[in-house]
């Protein structure tokens, strides 16, 4: 593999006001995947717990803020995909007074694991599962909290909104931080790497991965995030972007161009290959226009494993309609 020129300063531990700071959990390559710690009057929370390999990286990140283990009274997941939950059940082992909380849909997975566990290394293969993921733990069910819409919850004296937000997944919640205003989108308002930013301009896309995937429920969640307005999105993949209506415009133009990208290249002698191939080069062209530098090796980098999980995500989606268009005949 050809050598990538490093950006160095933009990737890490990042800190924000308000008591905010994305924690990098070294899920695959740094910078890649965050957790966001909250702390309020001495209290504090944490939004997504990355992979039970991430667990020794955020307990060590409370040490160095003059936190104790006991100060945590909250794990926020934005869904239960295990690059943002996998390590919750570790993590509130080591957190006597830490309650999960989650969609609905997803706490009888977090009770019981095993499905998700199976569902994730269909995508993965079960080398790369124990790689990235270790020992998913089970969470007793006294230690979970099923988040509905619009439920609010209070830390110290902050209050939390939770909103549901399909599209990227069915269990999905977007986390409204209301001392802020701001928002803590999971995968639901893209990706957007601090390694891509230009002048302070954030280069944003979305993710399709699978298996849930779903455009028009996706773009009605974007519509409902632009709706609230927020000063920031704080995006587990990776840290604080602001511009949120402008960006929220380009997420719905680029969920329309992936789908169509989708549909034009489904019946292609290999429509894998030919998809992936697709959405790497509009991504190309797209940090062309960002101003991006023209660094092969390094845009491979940062963008190949999201290209690779939104051509399955894309092509899983297809054959759902597909499948759903038969039922329905």
């Known amino acids: 593999m050809s050598a990538f020129t490093a950006r160095p300063g933009v990737v890490g531990d990042l800190d924000y006001p308000g008591g905010i700071s994305a924690l990098d959990v070294h899920y695959v390559r740094p910078g890649l995947a965050s957790s966001h710690l ?29 936190l104790a283990y006991t100060d945590v009274d909250y794990v926020l997941l934005t869904h239960i995909h295990l690059d943002h939950a996998g390590g919750a059940g570790a993590l509130v082992a080591c957190l006597p007074n830490a309650q999960v909380v989650v969609h609905p849909r997803g706490r009888a997975h977090l009770e019981n694991p095993a499905k998700l566990i199976a569902a994730t290394k269909a995508v993965y293969g079960d080398e790369a599962f124990s790689a990235l993921y270790g020992e998913i733990l089970p969470i007793p069910a006294s230690r979970l909290i099923s988040a509905t819409d619009g439920m609010r919850l209070y830390m110290a004296n902050r209050a939390f909104d939770f909103w549901h937000t399909p599209g990227h997944a ?76 402008k960006l929220a415009e380009q997420l719905l133009t680029q969920i329309d161009q992936l789908v169509g990208f989708a549909h034009e290249l489904a019946t292609s002698p ?22 991006f530098p023209a660094d092969a090796a390094l845009r491979h980098h940062l963008l190949d494993s999201d290209v690779e999980l939104n051509t399955q995500g894309l092509l899983s989606w297809l054959a759902r309609q597909r499948n759903e268009a038969k039922l329905n005949q």
């Open 270 to 291: 290999e429509p894998h290959k030919a998809l992936n191939t697709a959405i790497f080069d509009w991504l190309n062209t797209a940090l062309d226009r960002h101003g």
């Open 170 to 245: 069915l269990h999905h919640l977007v986390i409204h931080d209301r001392l802020t205003d701001s928002l803590f989108t999971g995968d639901t308002f893209g990706v957007s790497y601090r390694e891509l930013d230009v002048d302070g301009r954030p280069f944003i896309f979305p993710t399709t991965s699978p298996s849930q995937f779903d455009p028009q429920q996706l773009k009605d969640s974007v519509r409902r995030i632009a709706a609230l307005s927020p000063q920031a999105a704080y995006l587990t993949h990776y840290g604080r972007i602001t511009g949120i209506a």
């Open 38 to 66: 909250i702390v309020e009057s001495g209290r504090a929370a944490l939004v997504d717990a990355g992979t039970a390999l991430s667990v020794p990286t955020l307990l060590a990140a409370l040490t160095r803020r003059g």
